[in-house]
């Protein structure tokens, strides 16, 4: 330790006098010594490297102060001396990151100072280069396009290149420095990963820009493409699929289309009359289609592509032939030989290997034809389809060699799954159903699989099961006793088919008693045993989806879990194919298929006429469904519903909104709904749906939303995404029902935050909501007003009330009608916009505002008495011309007798009241009084107000006219009915310095006559819509009174209004003595 301290020493002597060489040999020899310290050590090499930098060997001082710094982090000294020799060999950013460091560590160094004020700008001005888009395209084009750069890098590079072509700043620089052409190069190179990088930049470079799309159509080299599509891995194979789709849709213009057909079907559900688009397309582009099909044509049946590939050909033909969503080639299709290529896919038996295809090939070549033949458009076209059919059957039967004919059978059940008419024509040849039964009976394993699948799909249909149930039951039982399980299940599965054609109708059954339930017995054995192969438990769900027609069998798979298990296992298996049937067993389980609902009359007039009358077994009634229902949730049927809610077949998705309805109708299930994330995936069922199924996913929403707390059951972004979903619910062709329990559900989510209200307008939901406030029905009238009444909270909706309308006249006549409900959203609305100067002169307008008032004042409900006494004083407090109005009225008595009122449930009511008579004093209108005022009682029976009832409008009145018609001033009203005390009055009203209110009001029928011109002019327009508002509505409120009855369901939630359908005006805010700018009931 002595000898390295003195060679230090040494050195150090050394260095002062300016003999660096010397110096670095004494450092060397002290870092020799074993016996050193690591902190003499680190002191060393700092040392060491000083001396470097006097020599200007940066490098070599670089390393020792990188030395130092392992023995000694962050040693201020090393990090000076690192940070000049990476200044001095120009390594900004490294310099740069040891000066940051350094004034962390030793903040007062004033010695670091020049060098921050030197680098900081340089660094600055490198990361403005680094951030700039061509220098990040420039950077990921040297990455991405050179084959020495390591895989990893160019995989990364690939994506972040796929990041800037999404934006269209990035994707037109992508193209302007050359990167076609390298993405084409790319595509050409042996490693995986990079071919997918650039078919999928390519892909993203075609997307959103036409002019991009021919750039990438012109440049490459179709042929090129589909090779890498028929010969790659499954990840290339969809990526080269991809690219293909996005050049249909944005260079051939189907993505305009797409968006023009969606226009025209939203425009006819509103009952507009629009003409269908028609695709525009040019001559090239028409020639680059008609290339994409030929060559994706030839792929079906091609022995050198991977079977990924022929699927996803078959996919691609699938979803753009159509005329309607499509590129409208399905003519031309049967023009080329793709017909006879799909069929031979269908009849490919993958035992033989004669093609290489998937579990999914042979469904995929029957949807295809199915698609194909659907869309063709006239009888010669069918019948040109039929005749490719039948002739290449013909073919397969005549061949002496026995596998074509089972390749034939193969077809005819791949045909019975898709063209089922096409199916049916082959199945009804001469000596095909023979053949058929024939290898049936045969001792081949594999004749009899295939002759039993065709006898299961043959029997789809309930003509078709008669036909054959003579015939092949025998042959079925027989191959039931089968020890192969894949050919026991199929057969077991044709006797489920055969035994419950007859539906849920116990008065027709096709087999003897007991039957059923045995082959479901056997379909849950197959089921609960998880060891099986999942193609026997698929078969197995396949009977079950028909058994479960029956209610007994219904009965006994509720109470087998296992069984039920296995099948929310199977499906969540989309490659097995098995969601349609899975969710079809939970559908008939549920019961929420739909049902004809006859009637007693048409069920005696069809037994008159000697027709069949289904008959409902017993456990088919509406308490066995929910019994079923609880158990099934309680099994986990919530989480496997959701976890298939991202399938994308639409029939799959109606019935998955089917089962969630029938869930939600529950209302102790509602909370486990939302709990097991329903919310979240009914809100996706809404979108990419049949129409039905997204009715029912925003009825199911509305369900929830009417009893739970929309803060708990839509969080976060949810509860504006609900919005649009619960709008359509309103909609003329709805049912009362589903109009009914949207506007709760609206009423609620109204009630939480302005950003939510402005939602609800965005969506145009407040014209929808006002028509509902016109329906006949009384229940959706009522809760249409009481979703307005939360609306008012928004200033932008108190706007629109202020506008040239009849809205705020609405409200007041609604205060007047007869139902309870109506009444209190109406007044709780007026107690609520009354704090707006405008809406108060508004109410004024009105004919017979006062005598309203005056009814709402007395009336022996204090809820609705409260908010009145908050609209006196909003009204009191709005100008003295008001306030005069109301004190020369029967309404200052009223007031004074409310003051008197005792009871705890009268406090806030006399607080108002009181209030209000303050402003009046306040107005000089009044002075104090000692005098003892009326009983509410006596004037509630002096006034006698009977209930005022909306007339219809007669546009063709004069203003005049209110003014010939006999009319009685409210005073004059009340000086009748207190004839006996008149005198009294008098000295009252001589006392209190009033005068006679001389101002007529109109009589009940004429109520709804105009006030002024201007008055009369500004409503037409909302009585208009008022009227027809009325007759759309008389179906919806028929259904609602056919729900009530059924279910009773609307008085159930109309009951809870008051606290589920919150509307604003439940509750009047406290006022102390003047009313506060935002008074109003909340």
């Known amino acids: 330790m002595g000898e390295s301290h003195t060679l230090k020493e040494e050195g150090n002597n050394h260095f002062k006098t300016g003999q660096y060489k010397e110096a670095l040999k004494c450092y060397k020899q002290a870092l020799g010594d074993a016996s050193i310290t690591d902190n003499e050590k680190a002191v060393i090499y700092k040392n060491r490297a000083a001396c470097y930098l006097k020599l200007n060997d940066n490098q070599a001082a670089v390393d020792d102060c990188t030395a130092s710094l392992l023995l000694v982090e962050n040693d201020p000294k090393a990090l000076f001396r690192r940070c000049q020799a990476y200044d001095a060999l120009g390594k900004v950013e490294e310099a740069y990151k040891d000066v940051m460091t350094l004034m962390k560590v030793d903040p007062k160094n004033t010695a670091i100072v020049p060098y921050y004020q030197k680098l900081h700008p340089i660094i600055q001005e490198k990361a403005k280069q680094q ?19 390591e895989l990893d890098k160019r995989t990364q590079a690939f994506n972040n290149l796929i990041v800037l072509s999404r934006d269209d700043a990035g994707a037109n620089l992508i193209c302007q420095q050359g990167g076609m052409e390298h993405l084409l190069e ?10 997918i990088g650039a078919l999928r930049v390519l892909a993203s470079l075609a997307r959103n820009s036409k002019k991009r799309a021919t750039a990438v159509a012109s440049a490459l080299d179709l042929n090129i493409l589909i090779s890498v599509h028929g010969q790659g891995t499954k990840e290339v194979t969809s990526a080269a699929g991809h690219l293909l789709q996005m050049l249909l849709d944005w260079y051939a213009g189907l993505q305009d289309y797409r968006a023009g057909v969606k226009h025209v079907e939203e425009e006819k559900k509103k009952g507009e009359r629009v003409r269908w688009p028609k695709l525009q397309i040019d001559e090239d582009e028409q020639k680059f289609v008609d290339q994409v099909f030929s060559v994706l044509i030839k792929v079906f049946d091609s022995s050198k592509v991977t079977p990924e590939a022929r699927d996803s050909a078959m996919q691609l033909v699938m979803k753009n032939v159509t005329y309607k ?22 009849g490919t038996q993958k035992l033989y290997k004669t093609l290489t295809i998937t579990d999914m090939s042979r469904m995929h070549a029957s949807a295809a034809l199915s698609t194909i033949y659907e869309d063709l458009v006239s009888d010669k076209q069918r019948d040109k389809f039929k005749d490719k059919c039948c002739n290449f059957l013909k073919d397969l039967f005549g061949d002496k060699n026995v596998d074509s004919k089972i390749e034939a059978i193969e077809i005819i059940s791949s045909l019975l799954q898709g063209p089922y008419d096409v199916g049916t024509m082959l199945l009804g040849m001469e000596g095909v159903v023979q053949i058929m039964l024939t290898m049936a009976a045969s001792d081949n394993t594999h004749y009899q699989r295939v002759a039993v699948e065709a006898i299961v799909h043959s029997a789809s249909k309930k003509d078709r099961c008669t036909g054959i149930l003579k015939d092949a039951v025998p042959i079925l039982k027989k191959l039931y006793q089968s020890a192969d399980d894949s050919l026991k299940v199929r057969a077991l599965v044709g006797l489920c088919k055969l035994g419950s054609f007859s539906g849920g109708d116990v008065s027709e059954q096709p087999m003897a008693d007991g039957s059923t339930l045995y ?77 004809a609902d006859i009637t007693p009359e048409m069920a005696e007039l069809a037994r008159f006429a000697k027709q069949h009358v289904p ?74 749906n049949t129409d039905n199924g ?26 504006y995404e609900v919005v649009r979903p619960l709008i359509s619910l309103l909609h003329n062709d709805r049912s009362g029902l589903q109009n009914f329990e949207a506007l709760l559900s609206l009423t609620n989510l109204a009630s939480t935050h302005e950003s939510v209200r402005q939602r609800i307008l965005s969506d145009s939901g407040l014209s929808a909501i006002e028509r509902c406030m016109f329906e006949d029905h009384e229940m959706i009238r009522r809760a249409a007003t009481e979703c307005m009444c939360n609306m008012l909270m928004s200033e932008k909706v108190q706007e629109m009330f202020a506008g040239d309308n009849d809205r705020v006249k609405m409200l007041v006549l609604y205060a007047a009608e007869e139902d309870f409900h109506l009444v209190r959203a109406a007044t709780g609305g007026l107690a609520f916009i009354s704090a707006n100067h405008k809406l108060c002169d508004k109410i004024t307008q009105v004919n017979q505002w006062l005598d309203i008032i005056q009814q709402i004042l007395v009336t022996e409900n204090t809820e609705i008495q409260h908010r009145a006494c908050h609209l006196v004083m909003n009204l009191m407090a709005d100008s003295k011309d008001i306030a005069t109005k109301l004190v020369q009225s029967q309404v200052l008595e009223i007031l004074m007798a409310i003051t008197k009122l005792e009871g705890p449930q009268y406090v806030e009511i006399r607080k108002c ?47 005049g006219d209110d003014e010939d018609a006999d009319k009685e001033t409210s005073e004059e009203q009340t000086k009748k009915a207190y004839s006996a005390e008149e005198e009294e009055d008098e000295e009252f009203r001589e006392e209190m310095g009033l005068t006679d209110d001389k101002e007529e009001t109109s009589d009940v029928s004429d109520r709804l006559k105009g006030e002024s011109e201007d008055g009369r002019e500004g409503g037409e327009d909302g009585r208009e819509g008022g009227e027809d508002g009325r007759e759309g509505g008389e179906g919806s409120a028929a259904e609602v009174k056919a729900g009530e009855e059924k279910a009773a369901e609307p008085q159930k939630d109309s009951s809870s209004s008051s606290s589920v359908g919150k509307e604003s005006g439940s509750e009047p805010a406290k006022e102390d003595s003047k009313p506060s700018e935002n008074a109003a009931a909340t």
């Open 913 to 959: 009241a009181q209030a209000a008579l303050d402003l009046a004093k306040d107005h000089g209108l009044i002075k104090p009084f000692g005098a003892q005022a009326c009983s509410l009682e006596q004037l509630r029976e002096a006034l006698q107000v009977k209930p005022l009832t909306i007339t219809e409008i007669d546009e063709n009145e004069e203003e």
């Open 519 to 595: 082959l479901s017995k056997i379909c849950r054995k197959f089921l609960a045993n998880t060891t099986k192969d999942c193609d026997l438990r698929k078969w197995a769900t396949e009977g079950l989806a028909y058994l479960t027609l029956d209610a007994e069998v219904k009965e006994e798979l509720v109470e087998d879990t296992t069984a039920l298990q296995s099948i929310f296992e199977l499906a969540k298996m989309p490659e097995r194919n098995m969601t349609y049937a899975c969710v079809t067993v939970l559908v008939n389980l549920t019961n929420s298929y739909d049902t």
């Open 325 to 346: 969503t499509g590129l409208s080639w399905s003519g031309k299709f049967l023009d080329t030989d793709g017909i006879e290529r799909l069929l031979t896919v269908a």
């Open 694 to 719: 997204s009715v029912l996913a925003a009825h199911a929403l509305a369900k929830i939303a009417v009893t739970l707390d929309p803060a708990t059951a839509f969080p976060g972004q949810r509860v």
């Open 131 to 149: 951030n700039s888009l061509p220098s990040k395209v420039s950077q990921m084009f040297n990455l991405a396009f050179d084959p020495s750069v």
């Open 615 to 688: 008959e409902e077994h017993e456990k088919d009634k509406h308490e066995w469904v929910i019994e079923r229902i609880l158990k099934l949730a309680k099994a986990g049927m919530v989480n496997a519903l959701v976890a298939l809610s991202s399938t994308e077949s639409k029939n799959s998705r109606e019935c998955l909104c089917r089962i969630f309805m029938a869930m939600a109708t529950v209302d102790s299930l509602r909370g486990l709904l939302v709990q097991q994330g329903a919310v979240k995936a009914l809100l996706q069922l809404v979108e990419n």
């Open 186 to 195: 790319a595509m050409k190179e042996k490693q995986e990963d990079v071919i």
